[in-house]
């Protein structure tokens, strides 16, 4: 259960670190709490994942899984604000994996 426990934080930790840009830019209170959720979602998912891969590659695996809807339905009406998504993606979904698997032991 800690393993869980330190998923979800982890994930909303990340989240927060997401959504400090976009509060900058007066995004949507629903569009800031969308990724917040992914990013929980996504330390939840990492923690309770039994993949044998290494930890930075689960969290990338499973980050862009999750936001692939999303992705679909952003690039659609704009495309260029995948470029930021993306990037955020790749640093905060390496260091979830990285972190879960660290506290974990491994």
Same mark, same amino acid.
């Given at each position: 259960? !800690? !393993?869980?426990?330190?998923? %979800? &934080? ?5 989240? @927060? $670190? ?14 800031? &709490?969308?990724? @917040? +959720?992914?990013? /929980?979602? /996504? ?9 044998? %891969?290494?930890?930075?590659? !689960?969290? &990338?695996? $499973?980050?862009? +899984?999750?936001? +692939?809807?999303?992705?679909? &339905? ?12 993306? /990037? ?7 260091? /979830?994996?990285?972190? %879960?698997? #660290? @506290?974990?032991? #491994?």
């Amino acid at each position: 259960m !800690k !393993k869980i426990q330190a998923g %979800i &934080l982890f994930g909303a930790l990340a989240g @927060f $670190i997401d959504i400090l840009p976009m509060l900058a830019q007066k995004l949507s209170w629903d569009a800031n &709490l969308s990724a @917040f +959720l992914m990013w /929980v979602a /996504v330390g939840f998912l990492v923690s309770i994942s039994d993949l044998k %891969i290494n930890g930075v590659f !689960k969290g &990338l695996l $499973i980050a862009f +899984l999750v936001l +692939l809807p999303a992705a679909i &339905l952003i690039g659609a009406k704009e495309p260029f604000s995948l470029i930021p998504i993306m /990037v955020m993606t790749i640093i905060l979904g390496s260091a /979830v994996g990285f972190a %879960i698997e #660290r @506290f974990d032991g #491994r």
